[in-house]
């Protein structure tokens, strides 16, 4: 896999790909450099699960619904679940 592969910004990877191929062994910027990035994408990560949490609480909510094991209207369950994650 390369960099680009991982989401790295157009203008990060021309820095990376420059600092990559310096003919200097002081890594210590590319290392900021990569670690920003993983941060970056750690963060990314995060937002995808919590949204994923999400989907699949809506979709259990909507399965207990459609199959009658709901005994309160949806947008009741909505509006209790928006209170209890402000």
Do not use: W
Request: proline share 0%.
């Amino acid at each position: 896999m390369h960099m680009k592969g991982t989401g790295m910004s157009l203008e990060d990877l021309k820095k990376y790909k420059e600092l990559r191929e310096a003919e200097s062994d002081d890594y210590e910027e590319l290392v900021a450099l990569l670690i920003r990035h993983k941060e970056n994408v750690e963060a990314k990560i995060a937002a995808y699960q919590r949204n994923l949490d999400l989907m699949n609480k809506k979709i259990a909510m909507y399965t207990q619904y459609i199959e009658g094991n709901e005994d309160k209207d949806l947008y009741e369950r909505f509006a209790e679940n928006r209170s209890t994650h402000k």
